[in-house]
């Protein structure tokens, strides 16, 4: 009996219940999630290195402590999201070798250069912002694994985004070169940001897209325009408190609608980015398999470890 046959699947979906890896699922709901999941884990892995370039260079003790716990709570994301791929029956290896031979994407923001320590700021008030606008909703996606994972991600990615506010109010509370600093890297960072979201729902830029079937699938629970639009109403009035302009002149509150009025997007340069042409994609793929590379030693010691544990329990 298949899943769409059983009927299980869709009364589950209906009655808005979770799914688990020993339900039956429609095949293409599996590799729906297995994309999303996949992408979004190679995600937390490559978006260790755009911060992980500041851990040598950040201003004090205390704030290299800070950004390299942040920095490993990317990676214990990106674990935690692969471990919640392997339930729909994936290898973690074969989704690793999807992301190094660019057959799976991973988020757009990740390519852009971290110039200052203004950017680590930017990062966690901007980046990590957006993602947890994203991802709240993922906590009551309808997959079990993916949706429990989210809980303690969004937790850490809360503190994230204190922790790159904290790091802007101080630059705008010091010199005025520090100020310039931080006003700049908002200046970057704001429509890469808005971009995170995904392409819109409608027009020519949307080129098809998968919200409307994941919506029905309980997988998305909010559309990409919509998402993007609570994320502007959120940062206005927190770059009002931090002092910080953001780059967009049609930037205004709309009475009649109730929201931010925001300018159009350069989503050409967004699929440019996807497409492997932004300022960092090859550098950080690099990076990545070479990272790789020079983790198989680990591996294989852990895959000895486990398999004298195994013979050691059957004596
Ligand atoms: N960067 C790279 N690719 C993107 C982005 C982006 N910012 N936004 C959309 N895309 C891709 C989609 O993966 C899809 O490509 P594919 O068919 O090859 O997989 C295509 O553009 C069309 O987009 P959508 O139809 O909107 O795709 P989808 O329904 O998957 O929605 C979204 C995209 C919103 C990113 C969704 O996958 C999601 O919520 N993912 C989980 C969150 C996540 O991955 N966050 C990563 C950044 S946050 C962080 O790591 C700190």
Same mark, same amino acid.
């Given at each position: 009996l298949n899943a769409a046959e059983s009927g299980l699947f869709d009364d589950l979906i209906e009655a808005d219940q979770r799914i688990e890896p020993r339900d039956e699922m429609p095949e293409a709901y599996r590799q729906t999630l297995i994309r999303q999941i996949a992408q979004h884990a190679h995600s937390e892995i490559i978006g260790m290195q755009p911060e992980g370039n500041w851990i040598t260079r950040a201003p004090s003790l205390r704030r290299k402590a800070i950004l390299m716990a942040k920095v490993q709570d990317e990676a214990g994301h990106g674990l935690y999201l692969y471990s919640a791929a392997e339930?729909?029956?994936?290898?973690r290896a074969e989704l690793l070798d999807r992301l190094h031979s660019g057959k799976q994407k991973y988020s757009?923001? $990740?390519?852009? #250069?971290?110039?200052?320590?203004a950017d680590c700021g930017a990062i966690g008030w901007l980046v990590d912002g957006a993602a947890i606008m994203n991802q709240v909703p993922l906590c009551r996606c309808s997959y079990g694994p993916y949706a429990r994972a989210m809980i303690r991600v969004c937790k850490e990615e809360s503190f994230h985004q204190r922790q790159g506010f904290e790091i802007l109010w101080t630059l705008m509370r010091g010199t005025e070169e520090q100020q310039e600093m931080a006003q700049d890297a908002a200046n970057r960072w704001w429509w890469p940001s808005l971009m995170m $979201?995904?392409? #819109?729902?409608?027009?020519?830029?949307?080129?098809?897209?998968?919200t409307e079937q994941s919506m029905a699938w309980g997988i998305?629970?909010?559309s990409n325009d919509d998402l993007r639009q609570k994320f502007v109403d959120m940062m206005v009035p927190q770059a009002e408190k931090l002092g910080l302009v953001l780059p967009?002149?049609?930037?205004r509150w709309n009475e009649e609608r109730g929201h931010y009025d925001f300018g159009p997007i350069d989503w050409d340069e967004f699929w440019r980015v996807l497409k492997g042409?932004?300022?960092?994609n090859a550098e950080r793929l690099t990076h990545r398999r070479a990272a790789h590379e020079e983790g198989a030693w680990v591996r294989e010691a852990a895959t000895a470890y486990a398999a004298k544990q195994a013979a050691r329990e059957r004596r």
């Amino acid at each position: 009996l298949n899943a769409a046959e059983s009927g299980l699947f869709d009364d589950l979906i209906e009655a808005d219940q979770r799914i688990e890896p020993r339900d039956e699922m429609p095949e293409a709901y599996r590799q729906t999630l297995i994309r999303q999941i996949a992408q979004h884990a190679h995600s937390e892995i490559i978006g260790m290195q755009p911060e992980g370039n500041w851990i040598t260079r950040a201003p004090s003790l205390r704030r290299k402590a800070i950004l390299m716990a942040k920095v490993q709570d990317e990676a214990g994301h990106g674990l935690y999201l692969y471990s919640a791929a392997e339930t729909l029956g994936v290898d973690r290896a074969e989704l690793l070798d999807r992301l190094h031979s660019g057959k799976q994407k991973y988020s757009s923001i $990740f390519n852009y #250069p971290t110039l200052t320590w203004a950017d680590c700021g930017a990062i966690g008030w901007l980046v990590d912002g957006a993602a947890i606008m994203n991802q709240v909703p993922l906590c009551r996606c309808s997959y079990g694994p993916y949706a429990r994972a989210m809980i303690r991600v969004c937790k850490e990615e809360s503190f994230h985004q204190r922790q790159g506010f904290e790091i802007l109010w101080t630059l705008m509370r010091g010199t005025e070169e520090q100020q310039e600093m931080a006003q700049d890297a908002a200046n970057r960072w704001w429509w890469p940001s808005l971009m995170m $979201f995904g392409p #819109p729902d409608t027009g020519e830029a949307a080129q098809g897209g998968h919200t409307e079937q994941s919506m029905a699938w309980g997988i998305k629970r909010f559309s990409n325009d919509d998402l993007r639009q609570k994320f502007v109403d959120m940062m206005v009035p927190q770059a009002e408190k931090l002092g910080l302009v953001l780059p967009d002149p049609e930037l205004r509150w709309n009475e009649e609608r109730g929201h931010y009025d925001f300018g159009p997007i350069d989503w050409d340069e967004f699929w440019r980015v996807l497409k492997g042409d932004g300022p960092c994609n090859a550098e950080r793929l690099t990076h990545r398999r070479a990272a790789h590379e020079e983790g198989a030693w680990v591996r294989e010691a852990a895959t000895a470890y486990a398999a004298k544990q195994a013979a050691r329990e059957r004596r």
